[in-house]
């Protein structure tokens, strides 16, 4: 079946520094590709996706491009924020849109 | 305002007493879903529904039961509650097509002594 993994947290960065959150997938045939991130006490929102191959997502300064040869999907962003510690995951649907399949979730902290 | 709305945000309960909790999309969507979230354990699948009067079995469904008789609304009955089911429980909903987001509810925190 499908899954996505995702790099163990917590990651924790110093305001300014550089982002990457691994994830990568196993699905069969051509999988949408988003990132969510939950903010302490609420749910989880859409920050990015990316529905084919070489497709770049992009929104708040984070980006991802869906790498199709390497079945992934990282997270970057050049200069975090204090305002971006947070829980991002990485989610896919299949070709039907139908369920979505989640990973576990890195728990990021950035402080000042 | 476009959104899912879950009530209610937090509840404590005690075994053996039966609890619903609410869940309605203003968007139109043909899907729903209800999550729980657990330390360690991310976000598990309950149930979903596809459309009114059709729903399906997630990952984890045993001890839920849910209901889709109007296409807004999608309650979540927990006939029995046990202490196992304390968590964090999230609706979502979305409109079936490839490549469109699930819409998230704030979440509602539940807690079973």
């Known amino acids: 079946g499908n899954s996505v993994t995702q790099m163990e947290g917590p990651v924790t960065l110093s305001e300014e520094a550089f982002l990457t959150i691994n994830c990568t997938y196993t699905?069969?045939?051509?999988?949408?590709l988003f990132w969510y991130v939950q903010y302490p006490g609420e749910g989880l929102q859409l920050l990015l996706k990316?529905?084919?191959?070489?497709d770049k997502g992009s929104n708040k300064g984070f980006e991802a491009t869906y790498r199709k040869e390497t079945t992934s999907f990282h997270l970057e962003k050049g200069s975090v924020q204090v305002s971006d510690s947070a829980v991002y995951f990485c989610a896919l649907t299949d070709n039907y849109g139908q369920n979505f399949v989640f990973g576990p979730g890195t728990r990021l902290s950035v402080l000042p | 305002e476009a959104q899912v709305t879950q009530n209610p945000r937090y509840l404590i309960t005690v075994t053996g007493k039966k609890l619903t909790v609410t869940c309605s999309q203003n968007m139109n969507h043909e899907y729903m879903s209800w999550y729980r979230q657990d330390p360690g354990l991310g976000l598990r699948q309950i149930y979903y529904s596809m459309n009114v009067e059709v729903t399906d079995k997630g990952d984890v469904p045993e001890g839920y039961k849910v209901s889709r008789k109007e296409k807004r609304n999608f309650p979540l009955i927990l006939e029995s509650p046990s202490p196992n089911q304390t968590s964090l429980y999230f609706c979502a909903s979305r409109v079936v097509s490839i490549g469109s987001p699930l819409h998230f509810g704030n979440g509602t925190r539940l807690t079973v002594t």
């Open positions: 990316a529905t084919k191959a070489d």
């Open positions: 699905a069969t045939g051509y999988p949408s």
